[in-house]
Structure formats: C-alpha cells, structure tokens
C-alpha cells in the first residue's frame, strides 16, 4: 500500500487517519470496559476502519428517502463515528445505562439505530439486514431520488439464504433496486475459517450469476477502499442498480469477548500500515501519531468516567415500545412488577 | 352483500386510495391472478414478488422502515414458517431501539382447513403467532369485519398480523360494507375479474368508505347466560351454530368472536364468564400450546371463583397436518357436532 | 428435434415413447378425476415427460446408501412411472383412499414416498428438498459408494434460500457432495412469469458462482435430454461432485386443478413432437401410437373402476405414524375420537 | 462431579462409539473450538458447518433420511426461528408417508436466559417447539439427566429436540455419571481442551456407561403435600429454592422436574396436583401462549374438582426480549423471590 499513489489530498489522509484511530481507541477502551466487568460482552470492528472511515465520508447522511438507508452489521463503528456518533453514546451501550441512546440498555454494543441518519437497528441475527434492505432499496427506486441502500455483513453470513434473496431481488430485469452489498470478508465465522466450509471461488463471483456487477478490495488499504468505495456508490446512485464489493479484512481482536478479544497475531493492522505510510510520506510525524492517539484515549477515559455515574434502566421500562402505545403492552404484566 | 375475498380487496383499495398503501405483494398477489383467492385483484399497487418469503418478509420490514405501509401476503400461512425470525425481528425492532424505528406493516396470509386443502393447505397459525410479541393479530369472521379490520390494521402504527379463514373468503356478508353497491351481482361486475384474458381489464370501484372496528374490541355473536364460547374466524360461525342448536334444548350461550387475538379483549371475556361460569373455547389450531389455552389460563387465574365446571377447550388434533380425505379431516378439525357435544357437556 | 441424430437404439426411443404416453394418459385421466369430482385436487407434470423418462431410466434404483437418493417435486410422475410405479396407486393417491400407499388418504396426488427406491417424500413446500439433499449428499459423500442424490424442483422456487444452501453445501471446497440438482424451468410459478421476477442471468449460471459445472438443456426433446443426464450423472456419480441441470419445459395443463388444469395453447407438446420424429423415422405407425395410447387408457380406466371401490381411510389412523410408536401420540386425543 | 457441558460431550462421546452416530455438526461445532460451550469438544464425529441453520437442519433430515443418527446443533436457539418450516417438516414426514420415513435426529440448541445474553441469546423455545407435532423435547436441569436425556434422545426413532439450559452448562452435577472418574479435576484433565493451540490436543476419553432415562418420565425433586410446583430446565433449580425457602415457613411443597415437555408425565402431575389441590407452573418463555398453559389447561380440565386455589403460572414477561441490562433481566425472567411470592400466594 505505501509504494500506492493516492489522489486524495492531504487534510483527507489525515482525516481518515484520525478517524480510524479514534475508532479503534473506542474499541480498545470497550474491550478493556469488558474484561474489569463494566460491560458484559463486546463486539466490535477492530481491523475494518480502513474500508469503514471512507465509507462513512461517502455516505450521503440524513433522514428519508433521498439519503442513503444503512443496514449496518456489529463491526461498523468506524462508520458511525465518521458519520458523527459520539464515543460517550458508545461507552453508554457497553454500560447498559438508561442513557444508551440506540437500545437504553437493552442491547449489545455496536447495536447502533438512528432515526435522523437512517441507521436502521443493527441487527444480532446474521444476515437478516441483506432480507430487510431490499425493502428500503424498492421504496428508493420508486422514490428516484439519489438516495440508496447500503448493506454490510460478514462472510460466513453469506452463506444464509437472504444472501441470495438480497442479490436476486435487487437484480430483478427492469426493477433493479439501488442497493450497494458491502460483504467484509476477514476469512472467518466465529472460530470456522472460510476455507472449511466455502467453495473455491470467491465471494464477488456470486454477483456475476445474478448481472450484479462487483469489486474485491483490499480493506485494509483505506485509499484503495475509498476509490472503490465512491466508484460503486456513485454507479449506484445514478444507474439505480445494486453493486457487490467483497472487502477483504481483518479481525484484530478475534471474533468478540467470548472468544477472549486478545489481539491477534499475523493479522494486517491497517492502521500500523498507514501510519507507516503517512510517515514515509511526511504527512504525519511520530510525535503527530502520539498525540492523536492520546486524544482520543482521554476522550474516552472521560466519557467512561461520566458513564459510570449515570442510571441503569427502570425495570419497569421493558415494557415500553413494545408497542407505538405502551396500553397495548399492558394486557400481561407480571405478577411482580407491580404498577 | 359482498364475499369475504371482495371485502378484503376492497379494504386494500380503500388503503391505496386513501391510507398511502403503496405495496401490495406477495407471490401471485399482482396481475395477472391477483392473489390465489382474488384478495388483490384489479389493485393499482398490487405486485407479483419472487417465490421467496423471507425476501417478501424482509422487502415489507424495509418498505415500514423506509416510511411506507406494505401490506404483504404470504400465500398460505402453511408456507409462513420459513420466515419466523423475521416475523420476531419485525415485532422487535420498535423495542430494541428503545422506540425509535417503529415497523407499520401488514402481513396477511389465509389460515386453517376447510376447502380440502391438504396437510400444506391446512394450517393454523395463531398459536405460535401469539407467542411472538410486537405484533397485533387480527382474524375476521364476516366481510364486515374483514373489510373494518383491515382497514384498522392499515392505520396501525405496529406490525399487525392480519390472518384470514380462507374457507369463508366465498361466504357472502349478511350486512352492507359502507359503500358497496346494494346488489351483490353488480359488485361482481365492477370489480371481478373476467375469466380468460384480462389484459385488459379494469376494475370500476365502488366509492368506499371508512368503517370503524377497533383492534382489541370482540364482538358478541349472541347472547346467553349459562356458558360462554369464544370463538373466532371459521370457527365463529360453527361455534354459533352450535350454540343455536343447543339453544332449542334449553342451553343459553354467549358467544364471543374475538376478531383480535392481541391485543384481545379481556373485558368481554371477564364479563361473560362471571355471568355463565362455564366457558368452551374454540379454535382449529392443535392443541399443544394452544392459543386458546391461554385464554382459559387468563379465566382460570382471574375468574376461578366463579367457575362452575371445568373450562373446555375444543381444538384440532395433535397431529402434524389436516389430511386430504374427509374422514380424516373431519376427525382432526372441530365440526359443529363436537361444539355441540362440548355444550351440552357443560351446561 | 426432429432432425438430430441420436444414438439410442430403437427399441430404446420406442421404450422412452410408451413411457411418455403411459404417462401423460395417467396425469390426463387424474385431471379427468378432479374435474368430475373423484379427488379434491390435482397438480401434476405433464409436459415434463421428455424430460423426466429418461432421468427414469438412468437411476441407479434401489434401497440405501449405495442407490440414488431422490427428492421429488410433484411434476415427477413420468420418472416414477419409469421407475415402475403402477398407475393403480397413483390414483388411489388422487382419489385419497385408505390403499394409497404413499399417504394412505393424506396426501395430494403425485406425492410419493417410496422407501425401497430410496424415494424420500415428495414436498409440497416448495424448495425444502433442496435442503434435504444436503444431507443425503453427506451421507453418500462418506459411503464412497457409486450412488448418487437427485434433486429435482421448479424454476420459481430458486428464489428460495434453500437453492442457495444446496449449492453452497455441495461446492465445499474438499467436501463436495454427489448431487445432481435439477430445476425444471417452465418459465412460470402458478401465475407469475419468469420474466417477472429474475433476473436476466439464467438459473444454470448460478452454479458458476459454485464452482459447479452446469447445462441448459431442452427438456422437450428426450433425445437430447438423455444424453445431457446421461454425462451429467457419469461425472456425479465417477468425480462425486455436484452437477446442476437447468432442464427447459412446458408446463401443458397450467399451474394445478386451481388454475382450471386446462390445456395450454402455444406450449411446446414433447408427445406430439415426438410422434411426428417416430414417424418420420418410421419408427411408429399412426396406428402404433393409436394403439399405444389405447392400451394405456384401458388401463387407467380399469384401475380407477377398482379403486372407487376402495375404502377411506379410517378417522381413527389420523393418530397412525405420528410417532413410530403410536403410544407417543396418544397423550392427547380429541374428546371427540371415543377410543 | 461433571459439568452439564461435560455431560453433554460424555453422553455424544457414549453415542458415537456405541449407538452409531457419524455426525454431530453445526456452527463451530468441529475444531477447534468444539462448540461455543464446549459441549463438543474433542468427538471425533464433530464438524463445523456453513453459517446457515436452514442448511443444517436440512442436512440432519437427510442424513436421519439415509439411515445415520445425526445430532445437528443450532448456536443458540434465537437462531432456530428461521428453520420452524423444517422442524415441522422433520416432525410430519413418517406421518405424511403413513409410516415409511422415519426421521430418527437430534437437534440441540442452548435456550433461557441468565448469563447477560441479551436480547438474542436469550430467548426460551418449548412454548413454539411444544406446537409442532411429531418431535418429542426434552430438557435436563442437571448434569446427569443432561447425561441421560443423551442417549435417550439418540436411541429414540423420532425426532428429538434436546434444549440446553445454557446457564446450567457450567454447573457441577451432584451425581456422578456412570463411568466418570471420582475426581472432576481428573475429568478435565482427561475431556477439556487446553488454552491456546489445540491442533494436537486429543482427549482421553473416560469408559463411559449406558444410563437410561426413558423420555417421558419426569423427576420429583422434592416430595410435599401443599403445593405443587410443575418446572423444568434452569428454572427447576430455582423452583427447588423457594420450595426450601417457603419449607421453613411451613408450605410444604411437591417440585416436579418434568425432563420431557413431550410426552410429558401426565401420571406425575396428575398424581401430585390430586394430592395437593394447589398448583404452580413456572418457566421462563413469555407468558402469551406458553407451553405451562398447556399443562394448566390438562390439570384444570382433568383435576378440576381437586383444586383448592386458581393456578398460577410464573413465567417471563410478555415483552419482545430479555434485554442486557441486570435490572432489566430481572424484571423480564423470573427470580427466586418470584416463585416465592406465588408459593405464599397460593398456599
Ligand atoms: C442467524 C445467526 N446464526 C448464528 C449466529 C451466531 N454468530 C454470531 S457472529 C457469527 C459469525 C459471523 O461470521 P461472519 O458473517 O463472517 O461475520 P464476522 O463476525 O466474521 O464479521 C455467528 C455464527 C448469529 N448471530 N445469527
Ligand atoms: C414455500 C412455498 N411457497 C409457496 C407455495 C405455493 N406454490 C405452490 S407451487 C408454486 C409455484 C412453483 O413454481 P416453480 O418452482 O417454478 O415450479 P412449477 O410449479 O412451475 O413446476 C407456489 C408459489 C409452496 N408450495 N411452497
Ligand atoms: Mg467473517
Ligand atoms: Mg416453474
């Protein structure tokens, strides 16, 4: 990647820079809540910010049909933070606190969900985002505005059956929907590596089968992942047909808490890569590289700190939402929740 | 009057005209067949969708989050469990984000025996669909109701369930849906589509007009004081029957359609059993996990001392289909002659 | 068609004929059945015979691991007929009486279930036998025996996850499984057009995602289509790898009784195609294919006379088969079925 | 004593040497983790599968179709919602074939909640799994039956659902399983896998030795007259401590461990809700349609004039999950002092 030239300019190199940093200076720091107790299981992105910082700068953000619709899976948190989340809001799922603005304590962390940004829940179920996207892709094509549907997920996902739904309603002649089908290959399902149970050929190939066009891109290059990125978005957005990138990818710290979250040997670290790049290339300094870091630790020990303090849920609170209107949530209240 | 299936189109006509239905799909659900029992016929937004439910399933999650009120059918509910999950993803998605994605959307599908359908066209489905939280669950008995019902589930914010006794789609309505034509020949005529080709064809609809049936509220079929029965969708009718027939050797009946499954209406039912102390419940489900059991549950927690014989449930059998042969389904299913037994065994 | 040469021996093309018309004067005598009221519905494959007589005859027939496993779609008949089922119980099937031997009165017609030909039930789901297969598959995989699993299924039904899963099981790379998977394509399910609903790539692509060898192939003419199953079930049975066949047909009487079970004008007929081949080769007579057709009509005729003789099932067996022990089934018996 | 998931990898250990199991398969089932509970560590039968349970219960139907004895996993069972289709498939095949086909599989999926799963790896199944027909379910509360209920449910020609009390996986039983060494730390130096590389690890497996518990038989864990207590899984353990508790205070109660939800022991609940008049069923699905509502509906058709009190049901909250958050959970299962409180009630 260092010997790559890249036409993007530098105040973007460095944002990108600063924003994989920052993302992974939250994972760390939840890894860490995990392990002295203060979260019960972590889940997370470590190892994919280099394709998930330009794809959140590409994103076309807001509310509605005419911005870009997010079905997003557990290792997203490089996008979100892009896109504007707050690391404290982070810290407040992994804390299970009644502030958690995505689930008030009631979901795993990195289970993102955001109204005003089309961030549609991010899903536990494996592969179920690849069925429920389509219906955001049908709505965007017959709205014809230039928003799209964005969809990610593993590879060991893909051998779910919405996998195929997602490509062969998306390539329906004459109703193609807007759909980009991002899948993060980082070769492994849990502890099921891809060789044992996936078939010689490649992921991409399966869009050939269905006319959908694809790209495989080396995730861990972040310039290479954004100009791929923005060719296929921008197709996308103004042919209205579904594209498939398959980005190959690493898992820095194993599959989640329950496999232990110890860093993992022999993976490609993106960010040690690009800041060996940055460096050779005078855009950042050693000194730069620390002070960015320590930052965004601080940042976080801070918003930890705050967390902490801060309430847990009502048990009463279950039974809201359940329903638009708590009434109709109300037929069955156990015995010992006394209203 | 109009049949049931005419009702139900002609909800779905008033919901794309008025209440921004925009999708009407399912397999077959679109020209040229609209829907194997014609639910969809002649609807301007109606579309076929690939034979794939959990791709039907998921496209109308997507479609409620995006802002728009699908209604998506799954042809038999017998083909439904496929996509069980999703159905569970759907109801939970308003509370896993704390309120912040609600997912308003219909999901209809024609339920239980009665038309010789077979182990796979045969099914209920309100047991197991009960037991899936989020949801609101509707099941007509009449073209009335039909027509009310799903007009009510279009306007719901959440996911509603909308299930459909497919053995009564053909029976004709004894009251006048809010503005069909008087004369059901005429109906036929605006509205059914020609045998052959239909290219062409274009349905003349009647002026509809809103009718007003709250989810939640049952309706009481007839009243009596010495044993209550509820009931609901094909099995209402039997249950009425049944209770007319044993009517002339002196039993007096309540008999309840409850018309939501959830949330239902446990006023009515309370009511009824304090006044009878007998109760018989109803359904074609079978009857492992029975929704009907917790129906009894609730009356036994909260009416036991009223009660003055043991609450009965009338089901289908715990066997894994409703066979083809007559002899075999009339031995799996509820016929009005076990209703009947079943009253007199109580009252 | 009838211009190609083909290699069968005459007494071979006479045989793949009879079996045709035996055929196809069974599924027009059930439809004769269901309209006059003598069985409550029918589905069924005519316009699959070319097809599916000579997929017939190439089954290695028999029980167990070391014959072919076979998962049916309910267009099976003329394999089954092939096989040397006797058009006798096929109609105590449709006309769902207690001698039924395939469901004894449960079932609809065409549903087979044949343990001594390793005939697994015929599904009415649609595309579940293409999960099923798997494990057959498996099982054969490992017995390194010579037979092999068929899959047979419709084209609508792809869209369902589970030709996805068949693929993807059967291609694992070192794993792969001795399927020969079939998709009849008759261009419609019930009522929607292929057109309609896939995309422009055909189904027989879909394996190349695999890894997996494919063939179109014209399944109205029996010629082509026994030499085309002939090497597909050579390389699955000798590589013990998968093979998909995409197999083009007509579909001659419509969906089902439900869609009236009319015949359809402007289909290709394989039966009279092939009459008018046989003849032009001198093969048959006019009188010949008078004769042929009679002989089957007869004993259609004669069997359905017998069979409307033959009792319903009892009320009481609905509690048959439930389990292997009856015992299991009797925890709960409808108040209504005295014991 | 042996773990619930060493019991569990002893009993499939049992199955493959002696009762002819060639496949136990599912998501990271094989090496080298051996399942995410190490239930199956160290089999030589073990394999991992694609990441597609529809897939995998396909392929246990088709190997218990060509004669093997799979034992097919499904991670967790809030994964098992997209594969209902095919439970009930596997559950109607020797039916629709009239008794050609048996289906002779076992499925195993850890259920409940309790160790902060959250939303998604929490959820119970007996109350949908009960509904579909021609399955017999079992679930162990303690390492010896989870032992038992093994082999049982290998040795069984149905199809058999075994559910893992996923929160009792780690707990010692407090029998000794035939053929298990004296000392539970010799036990896992002989069966646990170690930390890091296990590429050459192989288990030393102990001389394991049939038990046979016959599905369908329930367990009593405690004999009283007062009160009885219908429970099973995690929730058994539980019921178990506040029947001691409320012993004190004088309620003396019957705990029943019913092992098998189908065939239950309808004798054992019978017999005891005779005695003592007064009954409690406590479990932790949702409440709406719940598998012990079944059980109450038998007892208050069948023992109607022997109950002294209205029967209760503790069970989880009707809410779409049980959410992470400690408080949360706890409102949504029941606790201890739940079952307490409905013990004092009742008595
Ligand atoms: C439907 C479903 N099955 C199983 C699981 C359990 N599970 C969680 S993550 C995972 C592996 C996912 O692998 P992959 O799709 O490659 O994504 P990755 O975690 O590697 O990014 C599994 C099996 C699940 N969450 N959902
Ligand atoms: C899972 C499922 N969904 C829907 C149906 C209803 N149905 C029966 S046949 C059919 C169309 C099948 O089309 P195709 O797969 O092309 O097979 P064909 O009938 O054309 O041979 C449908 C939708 C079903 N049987 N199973
Ligand atoms: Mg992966
Ligand atoms: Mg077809």
Redesign the interface.
């Known amino acids: 990647m260092a010997k790559k030239k890249t036409t993007l300019s530098v105040a973007l190199q460095k944002k990108i820079y600063g924003l994989m940093v920052k993302s992974r200076v939250l994972e760390e720091r939840l890894i860490k809540m995990n392990k002295s107790g203060q979260g019960f299981f972590w889940i997370g992105g470590p190892g994919e910010e280099a394709f998930n910082v330009p794809l959140g700068l590409l994103i076309k953000k807001g509310e509605g049909l005419d911005y870009d619709f997010l079905h997003f899976h557990y290792r997203q948190s490089a996008t979100l933070l892009t896109m504007g989340v707050e690391m404290i809001d982070v810290i407040r799922q992994m804390h299970n606190t009644a502030t958690d603005p995505y689930s008030k304590g009631r979901n795993f962390v990195n289970h993102y969900a955001i109204k005003e940004w089309n961030v549609v829940n991010v899903t536990t179920p494996i592969e179920v985002q690849y069925a429920l996207c389509i219906g955001t892709g049908v709505a965007q094509a017959r709205h014809k505005g230039k928003g799209i549907t964005i969809v990610t997920g593993g590879d060991a996902g893909t051998a779910e059956g919405e996998f195929q739904s997602c490509l062969l309603w998306a390539s329906r002649k004459g109703k193609e929907l807007p759909i980009l089908i991002i899948v993060t290959n980082n070769r492994w399902g849990i502890s099921t590596s891809q060789n044992e149970v996936h078939p010689k050929t490649n992921i991409a190939a399966r869009g050939a089968a269905f006319g959908i066009k694809s790209a495989i891109v080396n995730g861990n290059d972040p310039f290479e992942s954004y100009a791929v990125l923005k060719n296929a978005i921008d197709i996308v957005r103004k042919e209205r047909k579904p594209f498939l990138i398959e980005a190959m990818v690493s898992r820095l710290y194993g599959h989640s808490s329950a496999s232990g979250s110890n860093w993992v040997h022999g993976e490609t670290d993106c960010i040690s890569e690009l800041e060996t790049c940055l460096k050779k290339k005078k855009i950042l300094s050693e000194e730069n590289i620390k002070k960015i870091r320590q930052g965004y630790e601080d940042e976080a020990k801070q918003a930890l700190q705050q967390v902490l303090q801060e309430p847990k849920p009502d048990p009463y609170s279950i039974f809201d939402h359940v329903f638009v209107d708590r009434k109709d949530s109300e037929l069955l209240w156990p015995r010992w929740l006394k209203q | 009057m109009a049949t049931m299936a005419q009702a139900i189109r002609l909800a779905l006509h008033y919901g794309e005209e008025n209440l921004g239905v ?2 009407i799909f399912g ?2 659900v ?1 020209p ?2 609209g829907g ?1 029992f014609t639910c969809t016929q002649g609807l301007k937004n109606a579309w ?8 039907i ?12 009120k ?1 209604v998506a059918e799954i042809q038999f509910s ?2 439904i ?6 159905l ?2 759907a ?12 997912v308003p959307m219909v999901v209809m599908t024609p339920v239980g025996a009665g038309i ?5 066209h045969s099914h209920s489905f309100e ?2 669909m ?2 899936i ?2 949801w ?1 669950i509707v099941i007509p008995s009449n073209a009335l109701d039909a027509y009310g019902l799903m007009l009510s589930a279009i306007k719901d ?2 996911p509603v369930m909308y299930l459909i006794p497919k053995a009564l789609l053909r029976s004709q309505g004894e009251e006048k849906i809010p503005g069909e034509p008087e004369n059901p020949k005429e109906l036929s005529k605006m509205i059914d589509a020609p045998l052959g080709d239909r290219s062409k064809w274009k349905p003349n609809w009647p002026d509809m007009q809103p009718l007003s049936i709250p989810l ?1 509220k049952a309706r009481i079929g007839m009243e009596g004081n010495q044993v209550t029965v509820i009931s609901y969708g094909r099995m209402f009718p039997l249950s009425l029957e049944a209770a007319r027939a044993v009517a002339e050797e002196g039993i007096s009946c309540d008999v309840i359609d409850l018309r939501t499954l ?3 209406d ?1 006023e009515a039912i309370f009511n009824s059993v304090k006044k009878t102390g007998r109760v018989v419940v109803v359904n074609e489900d ?6 009907g ?2 129906i ?2 609730r009356i ?3 009416c ?2 009223h ?1 003055e ?13 409703v ?6 389904e ?3 299913v ?2 009005v ?2 209703i009947v ?2 009253l007199r065994n109580i009252a």
């Open positions: 925009k999708d397999e077959d679109g040229p067949l194997v076929n969708s690939p034979l794939d439910e959990r791709g399933i998921g496209c109308a999650i997507g479609l409620a989050l995006s802002g728009c699908p017998d083909y469990y496929n996509t069980i999950d999703l569970k993803y109801g939970n998605t308003l509370w896993r984000s704390n309120g912040i994605w609600p010789h359908g077979s182990i796979y047991s197991i009960t037991h939280q989020g609101k914010p959440n939640g959830y949330p239902y446990v079978t009857e492992l996990t029975n929704y059991e917790h009894l549950r036994t927690e909260d036991f001392y009660l014989a043991p609450p009965l449930l009338v089901a289908g059998a715990n066997v894994p289909g066979a083809l042969a007559e002899t075999l009339q031995a799996t509820p016929q002659s076990y037994d079943a």
